[in-house]
């Protein structure tokens, strides 16, 4: 089974183009599955402001209080996911949303409890419900809340549990779904990048602003495993005529 694992952040789910589902829709014929995992900040965001919950972070993970937690969760499963497997059924993909702690897909443990709160690290992924659904051309749409030995949720980085389910299905690719067609090198697009090469253009300004954090995500998912990461558009094809678009980070 040929498995993709698809990282959309919150801010670019709702700009998810028809292009970008034709992408899918010629991998899907070339014999590819896919799990999708996503995050949901400016949802969550908008949330914390609705209840006046002030909205902490601490070196760029957000501090999770149990409230905050349950103000995720709720827009994560409750919102942000069933959006997501809508726009897939609605372009004739099967989905199912799925918060990863179901099943024990995503489970962790705490990063650092007392400055972090609620925060976990993947420490186990188990892909057999991943492998039930992917084995009946069905897509799971996983959240990255997680769970730890207790029986407790935690909040998880998305773009480090993606890694981490790419990593564990032994995945083709991971691709990060992003608003741009990939690294840029002026008015050009960087076909491969290595590590060293993305932190090298980030200290001379040629990687800046809102790609910054997309590279250094696609960093942290190589550091938990993924073998191949695609940094690449959700608004244009990412692939098309057995060709990818993108930037490939890793071997």
Same mark, same amino acid.
């Given at each position: 089974m040929k498995t993709i694992v698809i990282k959309c952040g919150g801010s670019i789910i709702s700009r998810l183009s028809e292009n970008f /589902? @034709?992408?899918?829709?010629?991998?899907r014929s070339e014999g590819y599955s896919f799990v999708f995992v996503h995050g949901g900040g400016p949802d969550i965001n908008d949330m914390m402001?609705? /209840?006046?919950? *002030?909205?902490? /972070?601490?070196?760029?993970? #957000?501090?999770?209080? #149990?409230?905050?937690?349950?103000?995720?969760?709720?827009?994560? %499963?409750?919102?942000?996911? #069933?959006?997501? @497997? $809508?726009?897939?059924?609605?372009? $004739? /993909?099967? @989905?199912?949303?799925?918060?990863?702690?179901? !099943?024990?897909i995503l489970q962790a443990e705490h990063i650092d409890q007392e400055s972090l709160g609620e925060v976990g690290r993947i420490i186990k992924v188990d892909t057999s419900l991943l492998e039930v659904l992917l084995s009946n051309d069905v897509c799971p749409v996983l959240t990255p809340i997680s769970i730890n030995k207790a029986g407790n949720k935690l909040n998880v980085n998305a773009d480090t549990a993606a890694g981490a389910v790419a990593a564990a299905l032994h995945a083709e690719l991971c691709i990060f779904i992003t608003d741009v067609d990939g690294i840029k090198d002026g008015s050009s697009i960087i076909e491969r990048i290595t590590e060293p090469e993305i932190h090298q253009m980030i200290d001379t300004g040629t990687i800046y602003g809102?790609?910054? *954090?997309?590279?250094?995500? @696609?960093?942290?998912?190589? $550091?938990? !495993? %993924?073998?191949?990461?695609?940094?690449?558009? !959700?608004?244009?094809n990412f692939f098309s005529n057995s060709k990818w678009k993108g930037t490939f980070l890793g071997a």
């Open positions: /589902f @034709a992408s899918l829709a010629e991998l402001d609705k /209840f006046e919950v *002030p909205v902490q /972070f601490e070196k760029g993970l #957000r501090k999770t209080t #149990r409230e905050t937690l349950e103000i995720t969760e709720m827009v994560l %499963a409750g919102k942000t996911n #069933r959006y997501l @497997a $809508h726009k897939l059924q609605s372009h $004739h /993909f099967k @989905a199912v949303g799925l918060n990863g702690s179901d !099943g024990g809102g790609m910054i *954090p997309k590279v250094k995500a @696609a960093i942290q998912a190589k $550091h938990e !495993g %993924a073998s191949k990461i695609l940094i690449t558009s !959700g608004v244009s």
